[in-house]
């Protein structure tokens, strides 16, 4: 191991298996409810990322599955991955040919099928309610048939390690029984997430060199480590790892396909993706969470926003010496970039820095900086925040720099009305009173919530003046309640997203309303778009 | 190790130190901004978990900190925690009792100094600009001079592990000088956080035995290793752990205290928190969450909301047979607890199993139970989300058992107006126009936003014929925008958490605004509030 990469081969081969179970076990996480469009989506998404494997679902145990599986035969074209479907050894007492469950498997077309198979004596007894013997018959007649019909088979031994750990000698059955009928891969799963990674590779050594079986790691993240499980998998010989997109699945979650194959390829050298692939990593993660309609987390490794982002007075002022010596990896390796965050914590050095990356040379005026570590300070008291609002500082330095900077509009008053009438009609509606360009402007908008007709308003009051306004559009918008635990009573920060087709920036507002809260963020972006376009400030 | 607990001695001593440092390398954070307050707040709660030692900031470097240790001395009783101050080695070329930010750690009054000393040869040139020579003079010197001061030092070399991949014999030439010079731990930080366990293990081990010093860990998770690096080198050797309350930290963040903490104690049986503290884990994680203002991680191993949540099928149907086979440990052992998701994915097992967890035996009535399945996915296709909303679910759960549940009140009309005045001042106002008792109310109220203004007003109209509503009170509010990417045109979740003193219950509403979101969480909530307090329903 070492921390840069060697060179290494330009396409992965079937040496190594990179699988993704995002469609399957990520989507147990609690809050995640993938419709068959998401599922294509995303799969689409992990094809580009170049995974091996796709595993889809459980066809026939759910018609959305089933559905999936039909779409996606028609509508991808896969470049990388093989799709694979995902269902359980055959039901005891039954013909594995006449199980139902077991021939949607095959009638889904996966040219692979992952097959569950318990490996736990007492899940054998409590859970499927059959003997330990028939048991191994159901492995080993379900992996024969699919094997027939011309499958590729891995089989997932759940509950692996808590089951070596009660009856070592059944669980190696198990997965001897698997290998022997013509299983390629046996994985071995910690189901209940429980494992650390010194036990991990001491049960995968012992099981390789015991059964001969080509093994395979599925671990998750209840104690915190199953990137590090993973890995301790690799290091004892497994070369078959299961992962989940941004580390979805259930209770706390799956080992996260992004940092394992970050590590595997950045720390191992070795070549898990295509060439090319890791430096979207971050764009997949980010665009994956959108589809499962999660905030993506700021603090994820590698693909997170805060992942390369260094605030530390201490830290700021070295890395102006040398950014190798203050990050792991070039962030541009995962299409990640480094940031400076403008914060109370931050002393000169960080103002200057983020100052610089904005195109302001601050490094002459010692007053300047002051005024605007100064002016930052008494904002964040207040809860704004610029971490993650970049235009909304931008025009703070800007008016630091020029004086209070003229604007393109000033304010007079604004009203939003929201009312649930008798019956059941709602009714939104805003009226903004402005100056621009020496007019008195009164306009009103009707949207579906109060922030929506107040952002109507505003721009139906400007366009005739701005026909820029025509390209901006709005593209994320986040509140947050401030001091919790004063239920409606608090403070409110809204966050705004706004776009032009060529590029985004974020903006930020706080007060006691939500509404007054987004006419700050609605008021600095559409501001920072008409600086951005070009147009000269005329109040 | 073993997954069970064996037995332990009752309190930790300092045959191994859980040291925490939230309030000093946790406050880096992209998104935390402590007062000294919020410091104490977070000092008080680390002592109730019993860590070790508490690190509380950089005395002198920053007003804060100096303020926060005169006050925690005055303040706070530590009944299991010694307060640690930290700093950095004295400068290049004076006397360490000349040094002005050295004296300032004495001045701390903190009977332990952690002091950061640089072990990796580039930084030592590049970042202190001194000779090599001059840096071990600089460990030795202040260690030296903090011990005559009666002080307990340990010293935390930063970058060792880059720099014992650059230079090892230099990284071992500093632990040796602090070791030697007094020092009573020597920590290796990862402090870019790039390595894996293996090498953590691997390094700890051979400094270990080439140095004979005691040696601590503290792994920033970079690689999402952080907790597993940790772990790997006390399985080297090292006595004293660095970690942070929910892993906050620079970038992705420090090794997370509650998973560290949980491993040691429940996987390796060693005891380095008193009896008894390990229960309240999960409350403590959440109020210093609260505390530094961000969202618990519902995903956190051992402490997050989800980490005992089920939501599959397949499990839900099994863990009614045996729980245990299904969670690494008991939920109760971290202060959590087991939790049955009704959600799309779940069938009927999960619903029959959180109808009794609330109190309905619907294991008779199939009929019954696929109408609550149906209608609970229905509600999740538009937004709402059972899982985090309980009471929602109960009364949905009601109005199936009981045909339409009957209510307290029914609504005519809303109406919200929200203004920005000319001169700045805002207004917010609400009317409702419900019928209750057969009355019909028309009730208007005041606050410092809609949701507030429109809650107030439909307290003012109910309070006379409800007088137990003055009990309750609004103690979260929480609203999420869904199918982003749409700006402010998209749907709306809030969700509301409300008490009455003895207990706390959550609802949901959905809609294309926030206010007629709120409105729906709000008319759940006190629904249920009053169903809670016993008042017979009437509308």
């Known amino acids: 191991m070492s921390t840069d990469a060697p060179d290494a081969?330009?396409?992965?081969?079937?040496?190594?298996?990179?699988?993704?179970?995002?469609?399957r076990d990520g989507a147990q996480r609690e809050g995640i409810n993938l419709t068959v469009a998401d599922k294509l989506t995303i799969a689409r998404h992990l094809d580009e990322f170049g995974v091996g494997f796709i595993e889809g679902g459980w066809p026939g145990a759910n018609p959305r599955d089933t559905e999936f599986f039909e779409r996606a035969r028609a509508e991808i074209d896969f470049r990388h991955a093989q799709l694979v479907a995902f269902g359980s050894t055959r039901k005891a007492g039954v013909r594995a040919a006449d199980d139902a469950q077991?021939?949607?498997?095959v009638d889904s077309g996966a040219p692979v099928v992952t097959l569950v198979a318990k490996s736990h004596d007492r899940h054998v007894e409590l859970a499927l309610r059959t003997s330990l013997e028939e048991n191994l018959a159901m492995v080993r007649d379900t992996v024969a048939y699919l094997r027939e019909q011309g499958r590729r088979v891995f089989v997932d031994c759940e509950h692996f390690f808590d089951g070596y750990l009660a009856d070592a000698a059944y669980a190696k059955q198990v997965v001897a029984a698997a290998h022997e009928a013509g299983a390629d891969v046996v994985v071995l799963c910690d189901t209940n997430g429980g494992m650390l990674p010194a036990q991990v590779q001491a049960v995968v050594r012992t099981v390789l060199a015991d059964t001969g079986a080509r093994v395979g790691i599925h671990a998750q993240d209840d104690t915190g480590c199953a990137v590090a499980n993973t890995l301790a998998a690799v290091d004892a010989g497994a070369t078959h790892v299961q992962c989940t997109a941004n580390g979805y699945g259930e209770r706390v979650g799956n080992a996260n396909l992004f940092p394992v194959t970050a590590a595997l390829q950045l720390k191992y050298g070795k070549q898990v993706v295509p060439q090319g692939a890791l430096e979207e990593m971050?764009?997949?993660?980010?665009?994956?969470?959108?589809?499962?309609?999660?905030?993506?987390?700021?603090?994820?490794?590698?693909?997170?926003?805060?992942?390369?982002?260094?605030?530390?007075?201490?830290?700021?002022?070295?890395?102006?010496?040398?950014?190798?010596?203050?990050?792991?990896?070039e962030p541009e390796l995962v299409g990640n970039t480094m940031?400076?965050?403008?914060?109370?914590?931050?002393?000169?050095?960080?103002?200057?820095?983020?100052g610089k990356e904005l195109g302001y040379d601050l490094e002459g005026d010692r007053e300047l900086v002051g005024r605007i570590v100064a002016r930052v300070k008494e904002q964040e008291l207040k809860g704004y925040t610029y971490e993650a609002a970049d235009a909304s500082?931008?025009?703070?330095?800007?008016?630091?720099?020029?004086?209070?900077?003229?604007r393109f509009f000033r304010l007079e008053s604004w009203r939003t009305i929201v009312e649930q009438r008798p019956g059941g009609d709602q009714a939104n509606e805003a009226t903004v009173k402005l100056w621009a360009k020496g007019e008195r402007i009164v306009a009103t908008g009707e949207g579906n919530g109060p922030v929506n007709a107040l952002d109507r308003a505003l721009r139906s009051g400007l366009e005739r003046l701005h026909p820029e306004l025509a390209k901006l559009s709005l593209v994320d918008y986040k509140v947050r309640i401030l001091e919790g635990g004063h239920g409606t009573d608090s403070t409110t920060r809204v966050l705004v997203s706004m776009s032009d087709g060529s590029g985004e920036w974020s903006t930020v507002g706080v007060a006691d309303n939500i509404i007054a809260a987004s006419w700050q963020a609605l008021d600095d972006a559409y501001t920072y778009g008409l600086l951005r376009a070009g147009v000269e400030p005329h109040e």
């Open 9 to 23: 081969p330009v396409a992965p081969d079937d040496s190594f298996h990179l699988f993704d179970t995002t469609l």
């Open 102 to 105: 077991v021939r949607a498997l």
């Open 282 to 329: 971050t764009r997949i993660s980010h665009a994956i969470a959108e589809v499962v309609n999660l905030v993506p987390s700021t603090h994820q490794p590698y693909v997170g926003t805060s992942a390369f982002a260094h605030k530390a007075g201490l830290h700021a002022s070295a890395i102006k010496v040398d950014p190798d010596l203050y990050q792991h990896i």
């Open 339 to 354: 940031r400076m965050l403008v914060s109370d914590m931050a002393g000169r050095a960080s103002v200057e820095l983020k």
């Open 393 to 406: 500082f931008e025009l703070l330095l800007r008016d630091e720099v020029h004086g209070r900077a003229r």
